[in-house]
C-alpha cells in the first residue's frame, strides 16, 4: 500500500485557535509554524523522486558489472509502508469518548434545565428588599421563621436554639 501524497494541512487550525487559552497562545503559534514549515517543504519536492541515469554511472565506473549489480538491487528493493495496527483502536477510544460526551452533555442539559427552572423561580419572586416576613414564608417555608410550629429565640440562628448542644452532645462520640 503506497502513501498517498497530501496536498494541503488536514488540520482546522481555526478551530483549535478557538481552544487555546491566551498564556498558551506563543506555544500553538510556533507549533502551527513549524507545522507549516514542514509542509510547505514537503510540498516543494516532487511527488516521485528523480529517475536514476543508470547508464551515466556505466559510463563513468571502471568496475565492470558493478553499476548492473546496484540496479538489479536498487529494484528489488521495496520498503513496506508500515502496516495501519491502532486505527481500529483509535476508533473504538474514539467511540467511546463520543459516548462519554454525549451522555456528559444529556447530563448538562438535564442541569441546566433545572437551573433554568430555579432561575425562573427567583425571578417570579419578589425582590428581597420588598417582601414581608409572610411573603419570605411563602417562598422558603422551610427557612422561615415559623413561631407556631417551631419557635426559636432571637438571634434565630441554630447555634444560638436550647437543643443545639443537645443535639451535638448525642452526636459526639463520648
Do not use: C
Amino acid at each position: 500500500m503506497a502513501a498517498k501524497r497530501i496536498t494541503q494541512s488536514s488540520v482546522n487550525w481555526a478551530a483549535i485557535s478557538e481552544r487555546v487559552p491566551e498564556h498558551q497562545r506563543v506555544q500553538f503559534l510556533t507549533f502551527k509554524s513549524k507545522s507549516e514549515g514542514y509542509l510547505r517543504r514537503v510540498l516543494a519536492q516532487p511527488e516521485k523522486p528523480p529517475a536514476i541515469n543508470w547508464d551515466l554511472y556505466k559510463q563513468k565506473v571502471p568496475i565492470a558489472g558493478m553499476v548492473d549489480e546496484f540496479q538489479k538491487k536498487y529494484s528489488a528493493l521495496s520498503i513496506p509502508f508500515p502496516p495501519d495496527t491502532v486505527s481500529g483502536q483509535l476508533n473504538a477510544q474514539e467511540k467511546e469518548i463520543q459516548a462519554d460526551i454525549e451522555k456528559f452533555k444529556t447530563e448538562s442539559n438535564a442541569r441546566i434545565a433545572q437551573y433554568k427552572q430555579q432561575l425562573a423561580h427567583i425571578n417570579s419572586l419578589l425582590p428581597y428588599d420588598q417582601m414581608t416576613m409572610e411573603d419570605f414564608y411563602d417562598a422558603y417555608p422551610d427557612r422561615a421563621l415559623d413561631p407556631i410550629n417551631r419557635p426559636t429565640y432571637w438571634p434565630h440562628n441554630p447555634e444560638d436554639q436550647p437543643d443545639f448542644e443537645e443535639k451535638n452532645a448525642a452526636a459526639a462520640p463520648h
